[in-house]
Structure formats: C-alpha cells, structure tokens
Nanobody, 127 residues
Framework: QVQMIESGGGLVQAGGSLRLSCAASGRTFSSYVMGWFRQAPGKEREFVAA??????YYADSVKGRFTISRDNVKNTVYLQMNSLKPEDTAVYYCVFKAPSDYVPVSDYVDYFKYDYWGQGTQVTVSS
C-alpha cells in the first residue's frame, strides 16, 4: 500500500522560506514524475511544480522563488519555497505519476493525471 506523508508546512512571514517534504513508501518511485499542487481558500487547485526525467516545470507565479528536488533513495520530493508572499497561502499537495513511454507536458499540470496524492500540508504566509 502506498503512503505519502507531507511535512514542513506552517506559518511564516512574507519574505520568509519554508521547505516542504513528501516521503512515500510502498514501492520504488525513482522513475516517477513528482510534483506539487496547491489550493487556496475559495480557489481551484493549481499546479506549482513538477520534476521528471526530462526536467523541471514551474508555474509562472513561483518561478525563481520555488525549487523542486527529489531524493530517490528516500522516495522523497521537496519543495523549497523562498521569498514567500501572502498569495502563496494554500494547502500544498504532493503528487506522483507512474512512468510511461511518453508523457506530454500538459499532463504535468493536470492534477488528475497523477496516480498518487498526499493529504496536504497547510502553508500560511502573513503580511
């Protein structure tokens, strides 16, 4: 059974930093696409970042501030968030997508194209 445990969320002042982690167990995820989505109150869930064998992908709103990385030995994906803004306040979800021969980039930004989802961790940025 696959389990995904997120951590690292919390309350931070604008301009501060947080590092989210998502540790998975139950199988080997070294070849999976790993990513992050977020959902703010009253808003739709949105893509944040993804990391695959072909590269890193970021939403325009976080480019230059957020960095996604992974540790395949630990089956863990990270999201380093710097220069945080109040509009980054949201519940952040990690996602994993099984490998396939071809994955269009458009799939990376579609939450329902992923195969596993974390429970979410709250990030609150105060002004």
């Amino acid at each position: 059974q696959v389990q995904m445990i997120e951590s690292g969320g919390g309350l931070v002042q604008a301009g501060g930093s947080l590092r989210l982690s998502c540790a998975a167990s139950g199988r080997t995820f070294s070849s999976y696409v790993m990513g992050w989505f977020r959902q703010a109150p009253g808003k739709e869930r949105e893509f944040v970042a993804a990391l695959s064998g072909s590269g890193h992908y970021y939403a325009d709103s976080v480019k230059g501030r957020f960095t996604i990385s992974r540790d395949n030995v630990k089956n863990t994906v990270y999201l380093q968030m710097n220069s945080l803004k109040p509009e980054d306040t949201a519940v952040y979800y990690c996602v994993f997508k099984a490998p396939s021969d071809y994955v269009p980039v458009s799939d990376y930004v579609d939450y329902f194209k992923y195969d596993y989802w974390g429970q979410g961790t709250q990030v609150t940025v105060s002004s």
